[in-house]
């Protein structure tokens, strides 16, 4: 099955960043490299939206901590006015989680690596398990 979920998330990938891993750039290639270099095109642009995902979602993070200092430092002038900001900042975060989980799980960004079969993994695999992205 885990197979399959990465042929899936290879063709998601594709649609999502516009790559056609039956096309590939270098025309005067052999077919197999020519597949072979538009699947890791395919897969550096996957991760280039992986990775402005996760930097907006590190971003999206800011909003609460204003609106947090906010209410902080109007707490003794306006106690009301300080416990809505707060309440802004608290549905602000829950909001924000709701939807980076979403997002996140949509992306398969939340797999977890079974460390028990890391001795079957390529070198390749491995170094981009180090790198911080999800080997396929």
């Known amino acids: 099955m885990e197979g399959v979920a990465a042929a899936a998330h290879e063709k998601a990938d594709a649609l999502a960043t516009g790559a056609n891993a039956r096309e590939g750039k270098k025309t ?3 077919p197999a490299v020519r597949d072979a270099l538009a699947l890791q095109d395919a897969r550096d642009e ?3 939206v992986r990775a402005a995902i996760l930097d907006r979602h590190r971003r999206e993070w800011d909003t ?3 609106l ?4 902080h430092a109007r707490r003794g002038a306006d106690p009301a ?3 809505n900001r707060m309440k802004l900042a608290k549905i602000t975060a829950e909001t924000i989680t709701l939807r980076q989980v979403g997002e996140r799980r949509a992306w398969g960004m939340e797999t977890i690596i079974d460390t028990s079969r890391l001795s079957e ?3 390749a695999q491995l170094e981009a398990l180090a790198a911080g992205k999800v080997p396929r």
Do not use: K, L, W
Not at 68 to 71: C, G, I, K, N
């Open 68 to 71: 947090v200092e906010e209410a």
């Open 46 to 48: 996957a991760a280039d």
């Open 28 to 30: 005067g290639a052999a």
């Open 121 to 123: 993994m390529s070198d």
């Open 81 to 83: 006015d300080a416990f």
């Open 64 to 66: 609460v901590g204003v």
